[in-house]
């Protein structure tokens, strides 16, 4: 039986949970794909310290070491960032080698060189655990569904901003507080900003998008908005709407283009993305075959991402022993218009301060209303030193009607404030 | 480029959906898989009927037009029953031709005979329709989630009982009631008796855990027990403890041996599988690196089901195309026990009509005790007429000491009836 040499490119978290799945299944992947493995090298920055969790003889500082040594047939790289991972990706195809990486970053801005570079090379390219950690989601999309017209890709793809917001649901903290106690316990990074921000979910959407839809969606196409804005009061609201809020997701492939965006939005609290809670994700899709189907799993975290790496080593095992690397590579065959978030309707959730005086309400919707924007719901609650308190959640609306409506209302001397814009499912 | 010509055996609701969608993504499957595709006949009992849902020209009833035609590679199979589709398959496979079926009785009894005649002639068997219809479980459960030793597989996988019971939950219903409306609105069929007696779901189990556990489990072997015993004050005795009834399919991979087995469950409220509403279905999956995964959608009907067969269509044409077909065949390389139900552990509800005098309790508290059993909760209620009803859960214990305890107990005066046993997750 063949044995095949495996490298990895990094031993942090996602590497060190690979190393150990491999050495734990080694004996029962060649009934699984027909070969043997075994780790060759570790790519790794301190030896000493990757010591501690790896083999020192296969730990080496020097990428020539690896790529040099022909008897290695597949990298796994899990080092993260663009630089020098993209490099080294690249010349690893280049020269022939099997790739599965789980940088998300990576494939969301330059997915399209690297396949292409597979491609040349007859290599494969596989990034499963680039979305959505452990939860199968992108083989799924181009295998299971390949039947489906998909139309709808949505998301709750980032478990430290979906904690937060559990956290403020569940026990009514204010953001700053649910950030803490994220930070304290692993859930957050020092600098959270990629999360937080939706930068970390966009670059999902942008592997998803292009994977469902079949046409390149990169990172600069994703409209992104992030959490910190939200309040305790949107979530008070948002429970009295019947609703949770989220941050989400968005990818839609619509008769005038597509649609790829991040932001936080109220959904009914009877949706099924609506009970996915704490760092749990989950992928909702629909397609004109499949109608609604959801993935739901661990997007983060050692083992569950080495999950989707091994998944991904063993179909690469597979491929080698059939002679059919490069089966499955990039299935981007459309290329459609990516729209601006100027173009995309939403229904929105906003609050206002206002004061409490006669025709104050007529004017606000008179404003609305000639800017084609419909309002569905209204509560008006607080009123005190003459002051109240204006929750509107709007029909279906242009962005940019809906800016310039914003943009009018804010320069009226009733509306003291615009506190809250919340997209709403 | 080459054209590949597909044969459908039988054209009621899911043939049909197949049909429809093969045609639908014809223009496209090129870019998908390299190949064209052609329908090239259609086995059908009556023509003229058929005739209704298909190009007729395309139609035969004579299965020997099929399987002499030398130019159809692919037989997708979607008549259903076990013969004659089983013979069909086989001599296809014998023959040659790569095989797609959507026929869960057929492949949870007979299974592993029509895998090896597969893998003896090099074609692609593949059936990911027969379980939970849409949704993609049983390619992520080979491939996305090969990592991992699956421990635990838990579903909602029968869509009429999961109907049902979500109308006996939501609306009162007591269960005649709730089967009248399934029928009414096409839920359920007939004779509904395969679907609310488990044996439906008993099917999927068998398939599942086969796949999962990589040890052959067939239809057999696998416990079932129907829900046409709930009642709706079940139902709310199970509200009253934080929990919903669902039909579970379950099978677990434990040091002992496989559990396989259907039958009816309170789960808590907040679990995943709780809030699977309506004709959907849901696969929950613990693995020891993804841990907690669940693939959710429609479990059945005319395009979800059609979605998965064309997944696997495709996925043949591209083996075909790269000349890999039988790349992943029967993976039951172990060769586990299957446990009967006797040696299962579970924890119990049971509801008990006894006479309202001292000391009863203290009686039945005495024969759980002597029997293994132990109470981690007890409701008393509605004492009128000398009689109170008793609710009962149990921690964990083994099938074979709770039903000596029941046997005891049904023996008792003081007992005047057991009237529901329902295990509880």
Not at 88 to 108: F, T
Not at 189 to 198: L, S, V, Y
Not at 255 to 284: Q, W
Not at 297 to 317: C, F, H, K, Q, Y
Request: aromatic residues 6%; proline residues 3%.
């Amino acid at each position: 039986m063949k044995t095949i040499r495996i490298a990895l490119l990094g031993l942090g978290t996602v590497g060190t949970g690979v190393y150990k799945l491999l050495e734990r299944r080694k004996e029962e992947i060649p009934d699984k794909a027909g070969v043997k493995i075994e780790i060759a090298r570790i790519l790794v920055r301190d030896i000493e310290k990757a010591a501690k969790k790896a083999d020192r003889k296969l730990l080496t500082t020097d990428w020539k070491e690896i790529i040099e040594d022909e008897s290695i047939s597949v990298i796994v790289e899990v080092m993260g960032g663009l630089e020098p991972a993209g490099s080294y990706i690249m010349e690893a195809l280049g020269r022939g080698r099997h790739v599965v990486s789980a940088n998300k970053d990576l494939i969301a801005s330059r997915g399209q060189g690297l396949l292409e570079k597979a491609k040349e090379n007859h290599c494969d390219f596989l990034f499963e655990a680039a979305v959505a950690g452990g939860i199968p989601i992108l083989r799924p999309l181009k295998q299971c569904l390949a039947g489906n017209e998909i139309t709808d890709i949505m998301g709750i793809v980032n478990g430290t901003t979906n904690f937060i917001l559990s956290k403020m649901t569940d026990e009514n903290m204010e953001f700053d507080e649910a950030l803490a106690v994220a930070k304290e316990l692993g859930y957050a990074e020092a600098d959270p900003t990629a999360d937080i921000e939706g930068y970390d979910a966009g670059r999902k959407v942008a592997i998803l998008a292009s994977i469902g839809f079949h046409s390149r969606v990169v990172f600069d196409d994703v409209y992104t908005e992030g959490i910190s804005a939200i309040t305790a009061r949107d979530i008070e609201y948002a429970r009295e709407l019947g609703c949770v809020i989220k941050l989400l997701g968005v990818a839609k492939n619509t008769e005038t283009g597509i649609e790829a965006r991040v932001h936080p939005m109220l959904i009914p609290d009877d949706h099924p993305l609506a009970s996915v809670k704490d760092a749990f994700n989950a992928v909702f899709v629909h397609g004109d075959a499949v109608d609604d189907a959801m993935f739901y799993g661990r997007g983060a975290g050692e083992m569950p991402t080495a999950s989707a790496v091994v998944g991904d080593v063993i179909d690469i095992l597979r491929d080698i022993q059939w002679n059919c690397c490069g089966r499955i590579g990039c299935s981007c065959y459309k290329n459609l218009p990516v729209k601006t978030i100027q173009d995309i309707e939403s229904k929105y959730f906003l609050l206002l301060d206002v004061e409490d005086r006669p025709g104050v309400l007529a004017n606000i919707a008179g404003v609305f209303g000639s800017n084609a924007v419909s309002i569905s719901k209204l509560i008006q609650k607080n009123a005190k030193d003459g002051c109240a308190e204006l929750a509107i959640v709007t029909d279906l609306v242009k962005e940019y009607h809906f800016r310039d409506a914003l943009t009018i209302l804010e320069g009226m001397s009733p509306i003291r404030k615009v506190s809250s814009i919340i997209r709403v499912l």
